[in-house]
């Protein structure tokens, strides 16, 4: 959950990016990371195996600006997407404030939306939450692909009753890639006035 | 598993934990400490911190304990409490307290892994303390009505001022 430090007048939050693999998370990430100004980010740690597929997570720290006199600063993961790194997406999405959830729209991975999509419910049931406590937000990512499938069909399965807000992507132009972030983190933010409940 | 609270710190704790690893890093002799928050905040640091990236070493530093919590889990430990990595030139020694924060110390050869470890072992009883103090503390904090200002007074404008450029 988000850190306040009254001392340091901080206020740091952890956003999760989660989906199947290749869907696209850490393309947000890198993305956010060559378009932000130097002086609102961190350096970008990727734990990554050779052919460049995430292992462990991708870090990206963003520092954002001031709200009312405190400094708010975002720790922006994504997991590793492929199934069998199950054990490591529980361990990176402990403690987060707020989840974009990223779908690629190809009809061939439709059926790897929804297991991860399940997993994440999954996940965070194990750690005693679920999507009504923590913020989510849905992107549908590779809009650009000509075997994307309608908004509609996934927004149906994803996100039947049109409960978090979505954005259409394109992670590899960057289309959409900073209006999911905003969301998210206004989303978060919000949250916290009210205490995290 | 049931869900961490939110971590709020005080100025008065932040003294107090900073005291506290300012002393270890001389009884040490340690090049730098850093207290680190489970979810990979970074809660305090002192000593020689030039040229150190600090929130990477952080969040590394959580995701090293996660996998290694991990795997003592599949071993049938709770946790594995003790670190220690040798390097070349630096050596990092990592304990953890109060079950949520990570206890880092840096050394080099100004001193030996048994000062460090004989060190650690009382600071990290003050430390434990004084985070179960900041852990009440916030419980309390958010059994009543949220957090107080000035975040309970975050208007929508405040956050799209955020992303104004």
């Known amino acids: ?36 100004a130097e002086s609102a980010k961190g350096k970008m740690i990727s734990l990554a195996t050779e052919s460049e597929r995430t292992l462990f997570f991708d870090f990206l720290p963003l520092s954002l600006g001031e709200i009312r006199g405190y400094k708010t600063r975002f720790h922006l993961y994504t997991v590793p997407g492929q199934v069998f790194y199950d054990a490591s997406r529980k361990l990176i999405l402990k403690g987060v404030d707020g989840v974009v959830f990223v779908a690629d729209s190809q009809e061939e991975r439709f059926e790897a939306n929804l297991e991860s999509f399940d997993n994440l419910v999954d996940n965070l049931r194990e750690q005693g939450s679920d999507l009504e406590r923590i913020p989510c937000v849905l992107q549908y990512n590779k809009r650009d692909l ?37 969301a998210l983190a206004k989303l978060v933010l919000l949250d916290l006035r009210r205490g995290g409940k | 598993m049931s869900l961490t609270p939110q971590l709020v710190l005080f100025e008065e704790d932040h003294r107090r934990i900073v005291e506290v690893a300012e002393r270890l890093v001389r009884d040490a002799n340690a090049k730098a400490i850093f207290l680190v928050d489970k979810n990979g905040q970074l809660v305090a640091d002192a000593g020689e911190l030039k040229g150190i990236d600090t929130t990477s070493l952080a969040s590394l530093v959580a995701g090293n304990i996660a996998a290694t919590g991990g795997l003592a889990k599949i071993l049938g430990e709770e946790e594995f409490p003790i670190h220690f990595h040798q390097g070349e030139r630096y050596n990092l020694h990592i304990t953890l307290v109060a079950q949520r924060i990570i206890l880092v110390v840096i050394f080099d050869e100004r001193s030996s892994l048994g000062l460090v470890r004989l060190r650690v072992k009382k600071a990290g009883q003050r430390l434990a303390e004084i985070f179960e103090q900041v852990f009440k503390k916030a419980e309390a904090e958010f059994d009543e009505e949220g957090l107080g200002a000035p975040f309970a007074e975050i208007s929508e404008q405040d956050i799209d001022n955020l992303f104004s450029d």
């Open chain 1, 1 to 36: 959950m988000a850190f306040i430090n009254y001392s340091a007048r901080e206020i740091n939050c952890k956003l999760v990016y989660y989906g199947a693999g290749l869907c696209g998370k850490t393309t947000n990430l890198k993305f956010i990371y060559n378009r932000i």
């Open chain 1, 146 to 182: 000509p075997n994307a499938m309608p908004v509609p069909e996934l927004r149906a399965s994803l996100n039947p009753d049109g409960k978090m807000s979505d954005f259409e992507a394109s992670a590899a132009t960057g289309k959409g890639v900073f209006e999911t972030l905003k």
